[in-house]
């Protein structure tokens, strides 16, 4: 006949629930457990509309941009939309502010009527830097956004593509 030991194993610090290791209640452990399986889906709806959504949309945008051509002479608005169009504007003011995280790089521009725009730059580059209030400067405007901007002075002409702006 055989002899069966039997052991049981308890934590130095005492029993269960006296200093010891605690189990969690079987709801905790279901509630964490759904918790993360909802997190991990957050994270795959975000991969996807970041991989198959948003950056061909970016990446068939910026091929229309190289396939645009300027604008003839008597274009329709509808026209206008989908080529390049030149503008002349004025220099208003500008703001380079660096800092840490948040810096910020703009320049308010306005045309000989009542408009008035804000150009968003990535950073300061050549030709933020030197623009001063007064300056005129040229803009490529396609589909009611600055895409080129440049400043004619004597000699060379700085070019910067500005990361965001509105027409």
Partial sequence: MAVRA??????????PGKGGARRRSPGRTRFT?????????????LCY??????LPSDRDRY???VAAEPCPARATAQVQKDCLSTWHFTVVKTVIKRGGKSSTYTATLKDGDSWRGLVDFGDPGPL???????????????RRD??????????????????TSSR
């Fill in 49 to 54: 509309i970041a991989f198959a959504r948003w």
């Fill in 6 to 15: 039997r052991a049981t194993a308890q934590s130095i610090g005492g029993g």
């Fill in 128 to 142: 933020l830097e030197r623009l001063e209030q007064g300056d005129r400067v040229t803009a490529t405007i396609w």
């Fill in 33 to 45: 457990g759904v918790l993360l399986i909802l997190l991990a889906l957050i994270s795959a709806v």
């Fill in 146 to 163: 600055i895409v080129v901007l440049s400043k004619t002075a004597s000699g060379r002409a700085p070019r910067t593509h500005p990361a």
């Fill in 63 to 65: 091929r229309d941009y």
